[in-house]
């Protein structure tokens, strides 16, 4: 821990360069940011085309760009249902739509509340329990149970406050939890607003930003409560998600090589006794109580300390203070006297070893990374991906999480439109157009991968209607093909030949099947079908260069969506296959 200035700030600069290397550096964390939000936007859109009415956000380490594969992070997900209203002030209740009043007194946990069912038809509370999931409560309020997220996704396995969906072969689960929204910031948070830290960070831009965001309410009772199952977390989640995508490069990298100490050193067993974000907590306060300037490269093994040792006081106090909510207190039953003795004495062993101890940390070959660039044993002692293997690991799991979430989404569109009529589809694509024109840049790239499913699934419609008819196929379904022909490589090329092929029109159809071949030699295509569990396709060297550009539908160049047709596109469909079309489902 005592060590020389300038051994310091040579390891700080040399920690920098292997966290750079193994992909904590800006360019990767912006793009893998900007990806998580297009996955957001383009699920967020589907709900709103096929009338779901809730609204998904990712958030966490994978949405924040501060993870690694070695600390395996889950997919974190908040799913808002946006047919509840959660109130703070009667001003704020809503007409013909479920209300529920935000309750804190003397028996709620600092940081979460009950929730008082309120009548739709005027701003008074209900006298009457409807069901299951309230309760009556001695000063005759009904509450709502916080047992609402139990089975409330189906195949999920409850944990906590969250449904853990297992991922498919080769993907990370994902750990998703059901929310109500509040529109305005909670009351009990409004003090950080005023609050001013030594670097005066965060910004009043950022507060203000933060503020707008209102905040949910979480199905979980603190491990303290007397009445668990009745209290709701409240969440400042998109507030913190903005403080996180604010910080710069070196504070993100402390952040990780904070969770790296704890995975390795304070929770080697898998127990989460201190989590990761009792860590990102620490390091905002600290953030907050620093000048900027000692947030700097050459001082990163400096700033680990600094966040060690608050660490250190938090446990020796049992208090973590929520970074924005101050009177919720994180450590609150967290570990009992003997977990808190161990936690303290390995907390404490790390800072009298840190710079050692970092030297045998396997995740993502720091240790052996730092062994190198430290000159304690030769380049080449170890074999390791190189920094530019990582980045195209990245790049690849990307593009693939991008394809296998726009497969679901046309399968979540088909099924919405399977049993609609034509005049319905074209409702629907009026729709689809209307939403696009009054969206914002990243939602438009969004309806850009959406789009040309819908257009070709319309325009095939379209032309099974005729061709039962009279065996033609109208102008106005080829302008709707021809709109979803920059689908991918193939999928709308191969339905586009088939209804040349069920009108005998032979030559179109070969000419169409010829220059598709053609695109299959250009590039190695990668073939993706969200309809079956499969393992994940082969991604070749040769897509790297498309993956690196800076363009999210360069997708579309390389990769063959499966061909998939609803019972209303029969006649679209080669009689030699139509046996494979079950009427009962989307094929």
């Known amino acids: 821990m005592f060590q020389e200035p300038d051994y310091i700030e040579n390891l700080s600069l040399m920690l920098s360069e292997v966290l750079h290397d193994i992909g904590i550096n800006e360019r990767l964390m912006m793009r893998r940011r900007r990806g998580m939000m297009l996955y957001e936007a383009i699920n967020n859109i589907t709900y709103r085309l096929i009338d779901i009415d809730f609204t998904i956000y990712f958030l966490g380490s994978k949405s924040e760009s501060t993870t690694i594969s070695g600390l395996h992070s889950d997919n974190d997900a908040l799913i808002c249902l946006n047919d509840t209203n959660v109130i703070q002030e009667w001003s704020e209740w809503e007409h013909n739509k479920e209300n529920y009043l935000m309750i804190q007194d003397e028996n709620t946990t600092p940081g979460y509340c009950y929730l008082q069912l309120l009548r739709d038809d005027e701003p008074l509370p209900v006298t009457d329990m409807p069901n299951e999931y309230h309760i009556t409560d001695s000063s005759e309020r009904v509450l709502l149970k916080n047992t609402l997220k139990n089975g409330a996704i189906p195949g999920a396995v409850c944990n906590g406050p969250s449904n853990t969906i297992p991922g498919p072969p080769g993907f990370c689960d994902s750990d998703t939890v059901i929310a109500f929204h509040c529109k305005s910031w909670h009351q009990s948070a409004s003090g950080w607003l005023e609050r001013q830290g030594i670097g005066r960070w965060p910004t009043q831009e950022m507060r203000r930003y933060a503020s707008s965001t209102g905040c949910f309410v979480v199905p979980t009772g603190s491990k303290v409560s007397e009445y668990p199952e009745l209290e709701w977390r409240i969440s400042t989640t998109l507030a913190e998600r903005c403080l996180i995508f604010n910080l710069n490069i070196t504070q993100i990298r402390c952040f990780v090589l904070l969770k790296m100490i704890l995975k390795t050193f304070l929770n080697p067993e898998g127990e989460i006794n201190v989590s990761s974000f009792m860590c990102k907590t620490v390091l905002l306060h600290c953030i907050e109580n620093t000048e900027p300037s000692i947030w700097r490269e050459n001082n990163l093994f400096s700033c680990l300390t600094y966040c060690l040792l608050e660490l250190h006081s938090c446990v020796e ?17 967290q570990f009992t006297a003997e977990t808190k003795h161990e936690l303290l004495k390995n907390i404490s062993d790390v800072l009298q070893n840190d710079s050692q101890l970092l030297l045998r940390i396997d995740i993502a070959n720091l240790g052996q990374r730092l062994q190198v660039k430290l000159n304690i044993v030769p380049d080449g002692a170890y074999y390791y991906l ?87 196929v109208l102008p106005e379904s080829l302008v709707w093909l021809s709109a979803g022909l920059n689908l991918d490589i193939s999928s709308s090329t191969f339905k586009l030949a088939s209804i040349f092929y069920c009108t005998g029109d032979l030559e179109k159809a070969e000419l169409i099947l010829r220059h598709t071949e053609q695109q299959y030699d250009s590039y190695p295509v990668v073939i993706i079908c969200s309809c079956w569990d499969m393992p994940p396709p082969t991604v070749y060297a040769e897509c790297m260069r498309v993956f690196t550009e800076e363009r999210e539908d360069n997708i579309t160049h390389i990769t063959a969506f499966c061909v998939r047709f609803m019972q209303k596109e029969i006649n679209c469909v080669p009689r030699e296959l139509q046996y494979c079309l079950d009427v009962h489902k989307v094929t």
Not at 320 to 325: E, R, Y
Not at 400 to 409: D, Q, R
Not at 449 to 463: I, K, M, N, Q, R
Request: net charge positive; aromatic share 14%; charged share 10%.
């Open 317 to 333: 106090n049992n208090r973590c203070s929520h970074f924005i909510i101050k009177h919720n207190n994180l450590m609150a039953g």
């Open 386 to 472: 190189s920094s530019i293997d990582i980045y195209e690991f990245y790049l690849t799991t990307e593009y693939l999480n991008s394809g296998y979430l726009i497969s679901s989404s046309y399968t979540l569109i088909l099924i919405y439109l399977h049993s609609t009529s034509i005049r319905t589809m074209k409702q629907f694509v009026g729709k689809l157009i209307n939403f696009s024109v009054n969206s914002n840049r990243l939602e438009q790239t969004a309806y850009k991968f959406l789009a040309p499913f819908v257009f070709t699934t319309y325009g095939s419609a379209l032309a099974s209607s005729s061709i039962g008819e009279n065996n033609q």
